[in-house]
């Protein structure tokens, strides 16, 4: 996908681009940033940028003519076109020349094999292309001794090779692999983005788009998810949650609101945190609207009106104060998911403030 068909990120989509019309792109890089903002075809379209039949080493061929550019040429001077052979199969994942390297589904994480497969593979010349490109999805899912065998090749790669780190957590990285990349933050869609894109491609109704935009926290892959089918899920969830912690009178009873939110996936810890940060974010919204009815605000201002009658009984239970206090401590729990807290240790601390 070429840069100009990414939702959002101008900036530093424009930023990459510019880099590349320059020959200026760090050769190993981390794309940090909220899980399911688009890091991935961020690094897709730069793997395009470099192999796209029309264009040169990151720049257009003279004889080729013009290269392929977005609305706003001076956001991205270089751009691929998305449609010759060589960025389709890019898309597709079967380019000699770029790599995916990601954690098998019947793995725990990122192995060591895996790391040395790839690296063994780009110290030689382009097969087809121009560059190699490796991009590493969930970099934080790399175990510790597949960073080791990685740092030699993010230290200095070959000529023709880039590499480039996707994740959510990047303080998970050893830091003699982040101080050996360059680093690039990619932001939280804006919620009329998401809204926008899931009307047009979603076919969903404007308000309930902009709701599920609202619970995703700013993440394209999470409402997508959400809107295809568990939007339903994660309310009925936050729902049973919030009736028990309104009827929890004594430590038992918190611990039993926790189990709803401990991690059920067994996978890596940042992927649980992802999965814990949704239903946090739901939850959030639902006590909200518990506050704004406790507040006697009408139901046509709520997050949820289609719950009103279900949220209308918890805001007498919890009242404004009470609702106010557990918003506030759902926002710290989310912060703390932020900065690497454990998923498992963040649902028992919640339970004893809702």
Not at 129 to 158: C, F, H, M, T, Y
């Amino acid at each position: 996908m070429p840069f100009r068909d990414i939702v959002g990120h101008r900036q530093v989509l424009g930023r990459l681009s510019r880099a590349l019309a320059r020959g200026a792109l760090a050769p190993s890089v981390i794309f940090a940033g909220p899980a399911g903002v688009g890091k991935r075809l961020a690094a897709i379209a730069v793997a395009q940028a470099f192999n796209c039949s029309q264009l040169a080493d990151g720049r257009q061929a003279a004889e080729e003519g013009p290269p392929p550019r977005a609305e706003h040429p001076s956001t991205f001077p270089v751009d691929a076109c998305g449609a010759c052979s060589a960025c389709r199969r890019i898309a597709r994942g079967s380019f000699p020349d770029v790599t995916l390297l990601e954690r098998p589904a019947d793995r725990a994480g990122i192995s060591v094999e895996q790391v040395r497969a790839v690296t063994a593979e780009v110290v030689f010349r382009p097969f087809e292309g121009r560059r190699r490109v490796v991009i590493i999805d969930d970099a934080a899912e790399l175990n510790a001794d597949a960073q080791d065998a990685l740092l030699k090749s993010v230290e200095e790669p070959p000529p023709a090779a880039v590499f480039i780190l996707v994740t959510a957590w990047p303080d998970s990285l050893r830091a003699t692999i982040r101080s050996r990349c360059a680093r690039l933050r990619f932001g939280a869609l804006q919620v009329g983005e998401v809204t926008e894109f899931l009307v047009a491609h979603r076919a969903i109704e404007p308000r309930q788009a902009r709701t599920v935009a609202l619970m995703a926290g700013g993440s394209l892959g999470t409402a997508i998810e959400m809107a295809d089918g568990s939007f339903g899920d994660e309310q009925a969830l936050a729902l049973d949650l919030l009736r028990r912690a309104s009827r929890a009178r004594d430590a038992e009873g918190r611990l039993d609101c926790s189990r709803l939110l401990q991690p059920q996936d067994k996978g890596p810890a940042g992927r649980q945190r992802d999965d814990l940060a949704v239903h946090l974010r739901v939850l959030a919204s639902l006590i909200r609207d518990a506050a704004a009815l406790a507040s006697g605000a009408p139901d046509s201002a709520l997050t949820h009106p289609d719950l009103a009658g279900e949220l209308r009984p918890l805001a007498g239970e919890f009242g404004r104060a009470r609702a106010v206090r557990a918003f506030q401590a759902v926002e710290r729990a989310l912060a703390a998911l932020e900065s690497n807290a454990s998923p498992k240790i963040v649902p028992d601390w919640l339970a004893f403030q809702l």
